[in-house]
């Protein structure tokens, strides 16, 4: 069992940042995926980013890349999302998750373990 607990969403103007962290507790990470989605009102829930936990291998949706990092403290055991230049179309719950396969997906229902979620909103 995977237990994620989001943390450092809030409201942000237009251009600024953000940096989201994802706290996990239970079941060994050396082998695992952790992910970021989103979910705006009115949309299914995208892909927003994922590292493996004992690589350096990240992978972004093209809408974030370049303005969002994820990273990852093994010691912590915890995830962060870095979100900079950010838009009014970032707005939405961001969610964490975790994956114990051994490869990366985009796709939610290749996670199986998944956090409360975490409110971003960016203004105009």
């Known amino acids: 069992q995977v237990q994620l607990v989001e943390s450092g969403g809030g409201l942000v103007q237009a251009g600024g940042s953000l940096r989201l962290s994802c706290a996990a507790s239970?079941?060994?990470?050396?082998?695992?995926?952790m992910a970021w989605f989103r979910q705006a009102p009115g949309k299914e829930r995208e892909f927003v980013a994922a590292i493996r936990w004992s690589a350096t291998s990240t992978y972004y949706a093209d809408s974030v890349k370049g303005r969002f990092t994820i990273s990852r403290d093994n010691a912590k055991d915890t995830v962060y999302l870095q979100m900079n230049s950010l838009k009014p179309e970032d707005t939405a719950v961001y969610y964490c998750?975790?994956?114990?396969?051994?490869?990366?997906?985009?796709?939610?229902?290749?996670?199986?373990?998944w956090g409360q979620g975490t409110q971003v909103t960016v203004s105009s």
């Open positions: 239970g079941r060994t990470f050396s082998s695992i995926f």
């Open positions: 998750a975790a994956s114990f396969s051994g490869y990366y997906s985009s796709s939610p229902t290749h996670y199986k373990y």
